[in-house]
């Protein structure tokens, strides 16, 4: 698994994309845009204005730049698909998030 922060637009791109695997569609729903293979596997999520979703979530910026890893799960179950992102940071930096 792989990420990216690009702060220039804001864009938070996760990639767990096996060597060989090629993304064949892309959906957009909103800030969100979810890359499959041609046999459906979700290999990709990018989140633009990823700032906006961190406030929302009551979560400060600069997590973007402390985090040491992030993964993604994804549960597909009666035609809804739930995609969960989990934000590793270090240990001294838990007043990142803020706790409502």
Not at 10 to 20: E, F, H, P, R, Y
Not at 50 to 79: H, P, Q
Request: charged share 25%; glycine share 8%.
């Amino acid at each position: 698994m792989s990420y990216f922060y690009d702060e220039n637009v804001d864009d938070l791109m996760i990639s767990v994309k096996g060597n060989g695997e090629k993304v064949r569609k892309n959906y957009m729903f909103g800030d969100f845009v979810i890359s499959t293979t041609g046999n459906g596997k979700i290999v990709g999520l990018e989140i633009r204005n990823a700032s906006n979703l961190l406030k929302e979530a009551g979560m400060e910026l600069t997590i973007l730049k402390k985090m040491k890893d992030v993964s993604i799960s994804i549960i597909s179950k009666r035609g809804a698909v739930g995609v969960y992102v989990v934000f590793q940071i270090p240990k001294n930096f838990k007043n990142l998030i803020n706790r409502k």
